[in-house]
């Protein structure tokens, strides 16, 4: 296993990034504090350190693989990157691709969403959720034209919008990858297909059709 020493730096609430297991390609990051994240809203979560890359190295940020898998959380720009010669605070742009606009359709199918609705849950009604979209201020949802293609809006019990996340200080909420960096020099020549292979095929060639 390669070794490099990467000064790190930490802030009020940061933690260094751990290895769980000893050949693990990504080391977990931590929130640095607690976050909330309703449906269709991106934030930064502050991870409250700052490094100082040597000049042959970047460091990556890359989902969790349980995260993606079991929650709405995704991180839209990934893989992130962070550069030999940024020094700031680190940070995860994180997004909740919960959509409520699926939420009257799942709840006619799905009884056991229905019943956990019932449970946990209080639905309002257009003129009732009116209120609670104008108080999220920048959302595309407190619009009247947005407003009137929702029958009704449920919140979870926190009284927020169903399917908001909840992200909790200290939860492990991305990885970090360091890779080696190669910059190119770029050279102007007659036709590319004189050096190497061929493969042709255009963009998305090989994609599902």
């Known amino acids: 296993m390669k070794y490099e ?15 769980a297991n000893y050949n693990d390609a990504g080391a977990d990051v931590f929130a640095a504090e607690d976050l909330v994240l309703r449906p269709m809203e991106k934030l930064v979560v502050p991870l409250n350190f700052s490094v100082a890359l040597p000049d042959h190295l970047e460091m990556q940020v890359r989902p969790r ?70 108080t999220y201020s920048g959302s595309s949802l407190e619009t ?13 019990a926190q009284g927020n919008p ?7 200080k200290g939860m492990k909420i991305a990885q970090v990858v360091f890779l080696e960096v190669v910059h190119a020099k770029f050279e102007v020549v007659p036709d590319v297909r004189a050096f190497g292979e061929d493969r042709g095929g255009g963009y998305g060639s090989t994609g599902l059709k």
Do not use: C, M
Request: hydrophobic share 40%; proline share 9%.
């Open 5 to 19: 020493i990467i000064p790190i730096q930490l802030q009020e609430g940061g933690k260094i990034p751990v290895y």
């Open 65 to 134: 693989s349980g995260l993606s898998l079991k929650t709405t959380l995704a991180i839209p720009n990934s893989p992130g990157t962070v550069d030999a010669g940024y020094r700031d605070p680190v940070g995860v742009i994180v997004e909740n691709t919960y959509n409520i606009a699926q939420l009257p359709y799942a709840l006619l199918y799905d009884e056991e969403l229905r019943t956990k609705v019932q449970k946990e849950g209080k639905i309002l009604k257009p003129d009732e959720a009116k209120a609670i979209f104008s």
């Open 144 to 156: 009247p034209e947005t407003l009137a293609l929702f029958p009704f809006l449920v919140l979870d």
């Open 162 to 168: 169903w399917g908001t996340l909840y992200l909790e």
